[in-house]
């Protein structure tokens, strides 16, 4: 190593997580001919053979992704499955098994973890998925978690982010933004609690939100009616790091630009009414909140007819060439470029 380089220190936070994936990974050279797609999309794709596996994890740190003194043990649990199953469809798959890795202090005792596993059997149970094995491990501080979700899909229906195609439809499942909205309210509440150990928590009227926050669910729903239509999605990504931060991974990789119209992101009323309450702009929870867990895919134009027809779709842009940007329609009417700000941990 060259000498002036032994001293460089560079801090992550100057690069921020992608720019660190892409740092570390950049010059990976793969071995194997089953790896047919490693880095880069949501989640690895193998070939199986007849069709192809597909892999992809998650990791959940105490403090840094979830608040133990508001966030229940077995929602947590159902959130940790529910969140790696949302890779899966993204890539238009269908999750079979999932791998659980867990560190613990010695704060938690075992009907801690118990519950924690309550939620993850549940969430099994509802999307059909196996538990079938992983590690434990004591922990200095707090609780992590990570898991791994395996699934498949044929060869001829995986989904990539890069596969976009100039004048194509940009779809949103589900409404955005209101997950960040619960955390909000989650995080107001104990922030009073702290200040007046005796006051009750005031959630009331803020129930949608809050399940938001508190238990995600990944929408199976929704690939299985776009198989149904037969509408093939061009290009996906699940939406966990907010709508900015999807549509820019899916321009860049498609090397394309996108437009999407305000009016046409799907926000709900409660989102709407939390955000004007805190003195902001619903739509930026939409596009930076995260956590909503929604699918994010484009469509060709000829299936706009056919997208109409499903009541938890809405059509929100269309992708452009690339030197257009990345631009929003405002309600007011000026176009402004969507910068990402997400729920980018390094930074
Ligand atoms: P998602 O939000 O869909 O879970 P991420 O943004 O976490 O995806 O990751 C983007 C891509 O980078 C994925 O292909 C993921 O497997 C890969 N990746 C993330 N962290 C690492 C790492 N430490 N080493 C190698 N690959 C990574
Ligand atoms: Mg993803």
Redesign the pocket.
Known sequence: MAEENKNKRTEISELG??GL?DR??GDIKTHQASTVK???????VIDGGSGYILV???LLLENIHFDLTYYPLKHLGYKAITVNLS?IY?MNGTPRQVIVGIGLSNRFPLEAVEELYRGMKLACDKYKVDLVGGDTTSSRQGLMLSVTAIGDVEKEKVVYRGTAEEKELVCVSGDLGAAYAGLLILEREKAEFTANPNMQPDLEGFDYILQRQLKPEARPDIIKMLDELKIMPTAM??I??GLASEIKHICKQSNLGCTVYEDKIPIDEQTYDTARSFNMDPTMYALNGGEDYELLFTIKQDDYEKIKSINDVSVIGYMTEKNAGINLITKSGPVVEIKAQGWDHMK
């Open positions: 997580e992608f994936i570390l990974t490693g880095v880069g999309d949501d989640a690895a992809t994890k998650d890779d993204a990504i699940d966990s790091d």
